[in-house]
């Protein structure tokens, strides 16, 4: 097969799983599968860069909106994230970083965390107001979830304090706990219902329902991880700063946030993180780390569906909860 064709065959098998995925909540090969053919496209294209074009995965956020829902049209794009799964991927990151930036630092400040394994939301407020939820979707367009948002008991339907600007997008992950993961399948089982494969698709998919009354009886989690727009007030200038000023604001931030200085205290983090996974009460597929000055932030900039400030570092793979039935797509 020609390498045109490879490359053509590859994308349509994993724009059916992104479809399965993000669509159907409803994924047909574990994650580490998914990610390796990712993988191996990103291989090819940059073997082949004269083949890349902007409808490749690797060059778009996944993702879409269901049409029964009404669309928000994201006012700062919502982006995904660049993988890295070794030290040498770390060492290479923060090399790209500090080629870039005008003020070279010899241990550059990053601030590291969790990376969970939900859903990601946009939640504004205005005037500390609780106005408007939405997901991803294609980082563009998302749906408008609302009113399912507002059923997650620990997101502050008013945020309390000095100085909130008049709007706020906040952003973060909802996510649903093992345990009441365990129970929603219990309860699924006995009623003869659909039964969820992981607590990430039972997360999107208690989300992603027409009624909020049906969203209102899953237990959803949420932490905060970043901030898209805000108007009316600064923020801290720090990504750290920022997160603990939304915390004081009443909004939840995980406690396993921490700032840290060069490489070797962010590989201590993700090996102390990667020891706790299990223990946690919930999902992560790794850890998350972000240039803290946002200052360096905007000097670094976007590519297509990732900020070049941020990398997520995934553990290796991990035996799924629940195992996947594994089928082969047909191109
Ligand atoms: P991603 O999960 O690789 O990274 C971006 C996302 O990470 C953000 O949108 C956000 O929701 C999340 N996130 C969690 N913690 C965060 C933090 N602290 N800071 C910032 N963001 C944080 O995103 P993606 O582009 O949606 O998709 C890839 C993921 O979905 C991979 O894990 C992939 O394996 C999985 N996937 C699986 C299948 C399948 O068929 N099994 C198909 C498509 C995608």
Redesign the pocket.
Known sequence: MNIDNQIEQLRNIIRQ??Y???VLDD?????????KLMQQLRDLEQQNPDLITPESPTQR???VALSQFSTVRHEMP????D?IFDEDGLIAFDKRIRERITVPSVNLEYCC????????VSILYENGNFVRAAT?GDGNVGEDITENVKTIKSIPLKLTGDDIPSRLEVRG?VFMTHQAFEKLNHDAEKNHEKIFANPRNAAAGSLRQLDPRVTAKRSLSFYC??VGIFEGAPLPNTHYGRLMQFKHWGIPVSEHVKIVTGVDAVLDYFHNIENQRMSLGFDI?GV?I?INQIELQQQLGFVA?APRW?I?F?FPAQEQITQLLKVDFQV
């Open positions: 799983h992104e399965q995925y993000y994924p047909k090969v574990p994650d580490a599968e998914y990610d956020v996944g993702g919502m982006l995904s994230l993988n965390e969790l990376k969970l394994d939900g859903l990601a991803r992950e991880y970043g597929d998350v972000k569906r941020a997520a995934k």
